[in-house]
């Protein structure tokens, strides 16, 4: 004695029945998961039935499309040529009419691929975007401005601030900057360095320097050190000077605490311009360093 079926309500339907009812529900959900995998490519609720229609049936004619999907032709015009533009279908010109199929799934992951490289160039204009507009204010509010930072954190803000840098930033250098911070971060920053064509100018206390970056286009074309004897200057504050900015680094104590880290940027255009001619008085009389390796390490001469 069967269970009472779902399909007709009775209790006297055949095995063969249920299985073709189960069935039906099984195509039902499958059908429906497909779609929701097709939205989450970026197709709608037509467009997606469309492309099902298709792809069920095997090619279809404009008119065929209509009356299975009880779209109007217009309509399904509109469609077949948004999925023809998402390189999804393809249409066959015919001496008895158009026909559209759908074309291989490889054009599926073109999709994935294209919103892949959407993201990635909307992730990388929101970083420039965020890193910038504190740039754009007009200059009479910039003309004279401090800001602190602290910790790990605020020492990579001070130090990624110097992509805006006009083609040169020049440091008074206590240490390399991967010693205090992340290689990855380092490095990264070294790249976006390379990228906009910044130089920066070292002066150090160090006679010799390891090697301290694979980026060896930068290492090697865009940074130079000069050693500047102690007892001429000590240099124990590390100092940033670049556009309109004197950025002043203190943290020797990093290895004992991170939260001890202190960091200020003065914006002033006469401040860093002073700053700038102390700095190339100096520079002028510091020792050059001859660069013995690609990745950056240094003697003097």
Same mark, same amino acid.
């Given at each position: 004695?069967?269970?009472?079926?779902?399909?007709?309500?009775?209790?006297?339907?055949?095995?063969?029945?249920?299985?073709?009812?189960?069935?039906?529900?099984?195509?039902?959900?499958?059908?429906?998961?497909?779609?929701?995998?097709?939205?989450?490519?970026?197709?709608?609720?037509?467009?997606?039935?469309?492309?099902?229609?298709?792809?069920?049936?095997?090619?279809?004619?404009?008119?065929?499309?209509?009356?299975?999907?009880?779209?109007?032709?217009?309509?399904?015009?509109?469609?077949?040529?948004?999925?023809?533009?998402?390189?999804?279908?393809?249409?066959?010109?015919?001496?008895?009419?158009?026909?559209?199929?759908?074309?291989?799934?490889?054009?599926?992951?073109?999709?994935?691929?294209?919103?892949?490289?959407?993201?990635?160039?909307?992730?990388?204009?929101?970083?420039?975007?965020?890193?910038?507009?504190?740039?754009?204010?007009?200059? /009479?509010?910039? *003309?004279?401005?401090?800001? @602190?930072?602290?910790? %790990?954190?605020?020492?990579? &803000? +001070?130090?990624?601030?110097?992509?805006?840098?006009?083609?040169?930033?020049?440091?008074?250098?206590?240490?390399?900057?991967?010693?205090?911070?992340?290689?990855?971060?380092?490095?990264?920053?070294?790249?976006?360095?390379?990228?906009? /064509?910044?130089? *920066?100018?070292?002066?150090? @206390?160090?006679?010799? %320097?390891?090697?301290?970056? &694979? +980026?060896?286009?930068?290492?090697?074309?865009?940074?130079?050190?000069?050693?500047?004897?102690?007892?001429?200057?000590?240099?124990?504050?590390?100092?940033?000077?670049?556009?309109?900015?004197?950025?002043?680094?203190?943290?020797?104590?990093?290895?004992?605490?991170?939260?001890?880290?202190?960091?200020?940027? %003065?914006?002033?255009?006469?401040?860093?311009?002073?700053?700038?001619?102390?700095?190339?008085?100096?520079?002028?009389?510091?020792?050059?360093?001859?660069?013995?390796?690609?990745?950056?390490?240094?003697?003097?001469?």
């Amino acid at each position: 004695m069967f269970n009472r079926c779902l399909a007709c309500e009775t209790n006297a339907c055949s095995p063969h029945i249920i299985v073709l009812f189960l069935n039906m529900n099984l195509q039902e959900d499958l059908l429906m998961d497909v779609k929701q995998n097709l939205q989450l490519l970026g197709l709608d609720d037509d467009q997606a039935l469309i492309f099902l229609t298709l792809y069920n049936n095997g090619s279809l004619s404009v008119v065929q499309l209509s009356r299975k999907t009880g779209f109007g032709r217009n309509k399904v015009y509109r469609l077949l040529k948004e999925l023809m533009e998402l390189n999804l279908i393809n249409q066959m010109v015919r001496p008895s009419g158009s026909k559209y199929e759908v074309l291989d799934f490889k054009s599926l992951e073109e999709i994935v691929n294209k919103r892949k490289e959407e993201y990635l160039n909307a992730k990388k204009g929101l970083d420039g975007l965020l890193a910038e507009l504190p740039y754009l204010k007009d200059a /009479k509010y910039m *003309s004279s401005k401090v800001i @602190n930072y602290r910790g %790990i954190e605020g020492l990579k &803000q +001070v130090n990624w601030n110097l992509v805006h840098a006009k083609g040169l930033y020049r440091v008074y250098e206590v240490s390399r900057l991967s010693d205090y911070l992340d290689k990855k971060f380092a490095e990264k920053l070294r790249s976006e360095w390379l990228r906009r /064509k910044i130089y *920066s100018r070292d002066l150090t @206390n160090d006679k010799e %320097i390891s090697d301290w970056s &694979q +980026v060896v286009e930068f290492t090697t074309k865009y940074s130079e050190y000069r050693y500047i004897s102690p007892d001429i200057l000590k240099i124990n504050t590390e100092v940033y000077i670049y556009n309109d900015v004197v950025t002043i680094l203190q943290y020797d104590n990093l290895k004992f605490d991170p939260n001890s880290i202190f960091c200020v940027e %003065i914006y002033n255009q006469a401040l860093a311009d002073f700053q700038k001619q102390i700095y190339d008085i100096i520079w002028a009389q510091a020792k050059p360093m001859k660069l013995v390796s690609q990745f950056g390490a240094r003697k003097v001469l």
